[in-house]
């Protein structure tokens, strides 16, 4: 086959969507030697392992709904391409290639208020898109669920196909983890949060938790990597008003060959995200020995189960006495650290590439 594969995504630095599709595309040319992938962006493509044996095709557009609407139909053609994959939500609308488009969340349709303008706009073409597909990809049940709540003419093209944990994901040398405490200058006892800054992933309520539990974890600090989304101004102002700005620091995007180690480092890792499709961070910290406290709403339990302590992300109270005994109970820590092994362990990019190579190969 000759796969093409959107890959706008990758034109900026790895975040959700974006680190789905370049696992898939690692996982897929190791899967499937002998069918050929095609990337096609507007823009130079990032986070792909050097000498991957694909082809990078750029055609500079705009942005990328001009190239995905306007250009991209004309390179399937060029390019003789069997089946198109839409990693990212959306598919060209004109054009007879047959298609695959993959949900990740329906996030915006859930909770319009906590997206921008410009983000709510772009979901217009999410209905045709699914219409568009031949399948439709969702990363979890959860995500299922949601598709036949908003879409359910589509529920017939749904299949679900669960992310992986990379291999990179595991616990780290006494070496690696010094070189990450040094490298980003992190407190001896930390707590971790790893995500983009949006209002959907609670972090303002993150802050408050930690401050209530700050009195019985001395010594401990709030690191929060990762980068600025939108709508994000509510946890600085609640750091502000807390008055905790000297115990919560913030380290900004972090690669992902660095992930492992800082997730090794932390003394616990907290996802208190009101809202998943999937969730990759919990998993990664469980594949790195990291107990993890996170939330119990849309695909978190479902892909968790008992590998976190799971709680209602609204009740802050709740929260701060979790992380207090995520870091305090040994026991209990021990508990997370093993069954996270365990549950991250059912999770494989290959398998990933697999079923979703499956789907190409029956559409064609």
């Given at each position: 086959?000759?796969?093409?594969?959107?890959?706008?995504?990758?034109?900026?630095?790895?975040?959700?969507?974006?680190?789905?599709?370049a696992r898939?595309?690692?996982?897929l040319?190791?899967?499937?030697?002998?069918?050929?992938?095609?990337?096609?962006?507007?823009?130079?493509?990032?986070?792909?392992?050097?000498?991957?044996p694909?082809?990078?095709?750029t055609?500079?557009?705009s942005?990328?709904?001009?190239?995905?609407?306007?250009k991209?139909?004309?390179?399937?053609?060029?390019?003789?391409?069997?089946?198109?994959?839409?990693?990212?939500?959306?598919?060209?609308?004109?054009?007879?290639?047959?298609?695959v488009?993959?949900?990740?969340?329906?996030?915006?349709?859930l909770?319009?208020?906590q997206?921008?303008?410009?983000?709510?706009?772009s979901?217009?073409?999410?209905?045709?898109?699914?219409?568009?597909?031949?399948?439709?990809?969702?990363?979890?049940?959860?995500?299922?669920?949601?598709?036949?709540r908003?879409?359910?003419?589509?529920?017939?093209?749904?299949v679900?196909?669960?992310?992986?944990?990379?291999?990179?994901?595991?616990?780290?040398?006494?070496?690696?983890?010094d070189e990450?405490?040094?490298?980003?200058?992190?407190?001896?006892?930390?707590?971790?949060?790893?995500?983009t800054?949006?209002?959907?992933?609670?972090v303002h309520?993150?802050?408050?938790?930690?401050?209530?539990?700050?009195?019985?974890?001395?010594?401990?600090?709030?690191?929060?990597?990762?980068?600025?989304g939108?709508l994000?101004?509510?946890v600085?102002?609640r750091?502000?008003?807390?008055?905790?700005?000297?115990?919560?620091?913030?380290?900004g995007?972090?690669?992902?060959e660095?992930?492992?180690?800082?997730y090794?480092?932390?003394?616990v890792?907290?996802?208190?995200?009101?809202?998943?499709?999937?969730g990759?961070?919990?998993?990664?910290?469980?594949?790195?020995?990291?107990?993890?406290?996170?939330?119990?709403?849309?695909?978190?339990?479902?892909?968790?189960?008992d590998?976190?302590?799971?709680?209602?992300?609204?009740?802050?109270?709740?929260?701060?006495?979790?992380?207090?005994?995520?870091?305090?109970?040994?026991?209990?820590?021990?508990?997370?650290?093993?069954?996270?092994?365990?549950?991250?362990?059912?999770?494989?990019?290959?398998?990933?590439?697999?079923?979703?190579?499956?789907?190409?190969?029956?559409?064609l």
């Amino acid at each position: 086959m000759r796969i093409g594969i959107d890959a706008t995504i990758l034109t900026r630095p790895l975040t959700g969507v974006g680190i789905y599709t370049a696992r898939l595309v690692e996982a897929l040319v190791s899967v499937a030697p002998e069918d050929s992938v095609f990337l096609f962006a507007h823009q130079p493509i990032e986070g792909l392992p050097k000498g991957l044996p694909v082809r990078v095709i750029t055609s500079p557009a705009s942005n990328q709904h001009t190239f995905l609407q306007f250009k991209l139909p004309k390179l399937l053609i060029k390019y003789g391409i069997d089946i198109l994959h839409g990693p990212n939500f959306y598919l060209p609308l004109f054009g007879k290639t047959p298609s695959v488009v993959t949900v990740h969340d329906l996030s915006a349709q859930l909770f319009p208020e906590q997206h921008t303008f410009r983000h709510r706009l772009s979901q217009k073409f999410l209905g045709p898109s699914l219409k568009k597909a031949k399948k439709i990809i969702a990363v979890s049940n959860a995500t299922s669920s949601d598709i036949f709540r908003f879409f359910p003419r589509y529920r017939s093209k749904v299949v679900v196909v669960y992310n992986g944990v990379h291999p990179i994901f595991k616990p780290a040398t006494p070496e690696e983890e010094d070189e990450i405490f040094i490298r980003y200058n992190l407190p001896d006892n930390f707590l971790l949060y790893v995500g983009t800054l949006e209002p959907r992933k609670n972090v303002h309520r993150l802050v408050g938790a930690f401050a209530r539990a700050s009195d019985r974890l001395p010594e401990t600090k709030l690191v929060i990597a990762g980068p600025e989304g939108w709508l994000y101004d509510e946890v600085f102002v609640r750091i502000r008003e807390l008055n905790i700005v000297d115990e919560v620091i913030f380290i900004g995007y972090v690669p992902f060959e660095d992930l492992p180690a800082l997730y090794s480092a932390a003394r616990v890792f907290c996802y208190p995200s009101l809202y998943e499709g999937f969730g990759l961070p919990p998993l990664e910290a469980a594949a790195c020995g990291t107990p993890v406290v996170s939330s119990d709403r849309s695909s978190i339990p479902e892909i968790m189960r008992d590998a976190a302590l799971l709680v209602n992300p609204m009740d802050i109270e709740a929260l701060a006495y979790a992380i207090v005994k995520a870091f305090s109970d040994e026991n209990l820590r021990q508990e997370l650290i093993n069954k996270g092994y365990e549950r991250a362990a059912n999770f494989k990019w290959e398998e990933c590439a697999r079923k979703t190579l499956a789907i190409y190969k029956e559409l064609l």
